[in-house]
């Protein structure tokens, strides 16, 4: 791999004081930097993750350890969509641990992944969940600078998300897309859509009152949105996941958040508390 980029670290972890979350550590080696939290409405501690350097490098090596002790709510997301940038020679590789204690919610909603021409962005995602945790996670591509007609020609985008409990394995997903390899535009695939999304509600929903086969029934029309494609689908235990093409981000952002509202306000019981941008 080309030396360009940087080694990064971020380490989180949140605890419970005094009946509120707080951040109990935090540490980080640039690129990665974050602001200072800020409580929503919710009493939910949000994070927001920076890039300082402006994107993602050739190089970059990042890991993202994300600790939320029990009992805590906290939330981390990113200030803006996060550059992939042109990488000739090599690729940028990710790596985040998430560990969610018990009767802890945590949320991991980033804005999208641009992928840029001859970018090659290599990310692995483990989560850990103990009993009562719930985990909510976004992963959100567009390919390329859309508004300058530059659309999948990135080199690599590789994603591996891997998320066990006390009882085992939850949730295993691995994809790797090419597109001078792999004919992305084909039926089954992307099928003429520019942007794609994933979220998934993950933990002991049974703790929380939420079935997932009756919550994917009674939403399935938020995922409708103009311009864009989409379903919501239980997972085999502990877990829902929601997923979208669309020609632009906005509707994927429009429905993931609608559906984080709904999951905190009709089954966590909390206020609406609109991410601020």
């Not at 994107?55 to 994300?66: A, E």
């Not at 939320?68 to 939330?75: E, R």
């Not at 290599?122 to 985990?135: D, F, K, M, S």
């Not at 690599?156 to 390899?181: H, K, M, T």
Request: charge should be neutral; proline fraction near 5%.
């Amino acid at each position: 791999m080309n030396t360009v980029g940087r080694n990064g670290t971020l380490r989180l972890a949140f605890a419970q004081h005094g009946g509120r979350t707080v951040l109990v550590e935090r540490y980080s080696r640039p690129p990665l930097q974050v602001m200072r939290p800020i409580p929503d409405a919710a009493g939910c501690l949000n994070v927001y993750l920076l890039s300082p350097t402006g994107g993602v490098v050739q190089g970059d090596r990042t890991t993202l350890d994300l600790c939320a002790g029990a009992g805590t709510h906290a939330l981390l997301t990113t200030q803006s969509a996060t550059k992939v940038y042109r990488m000739p020679d090599g690729w940028a590789e990710q790596r985040i641990h998430i560990d969610v204690g018990p009767g802890a919610v945590f949320e991991y909603v980033p804005d999208a992944a641009i992928l840029f021409a001859d970018s090659d962005l290599r990310q692995h995602i483990e989560v850990t969940l103990h009993p009562g945790a719930l985990l909510l996670l976004f992963e959100i591509v567009m390919p390329g600078r859309l508004a300058r007609g530059e659309c999948l020609q990135f080199r690599r985008y590789a994603n591996r998300l891997v998320v066990r409990d006390d009882d085992g394995l939850v949730l295993y997903e691995a994809s790797s897309l090419e597109p001078e390899r792999d004919n992305l535009e084909a039926m089954g695939r992307l099928e003429g859509y520019a942007c794609w999304g994933s979220a998934y509600l993950l933990g002991s929903l049974d703790a929380w009152n939420i079935d997932a086969a009756a919550f994917c029934a009674a939403h399935q029309q938020l995922m409708e949105c103009g311009g864009s494609i989409g379903g919501l689908s239980p997972l085999h235990r502990n877990g829902l996941c929601a997923r979208m093409l669309s020609d632009h981000l906005e509707p994927i952002y429009r429905v993931f958040h609608g559906l984080r509202t709904v999951i905190r306000t009709r089954h966590l019981n909390l206020p609406d508390a609109p991410l601020r941008k």
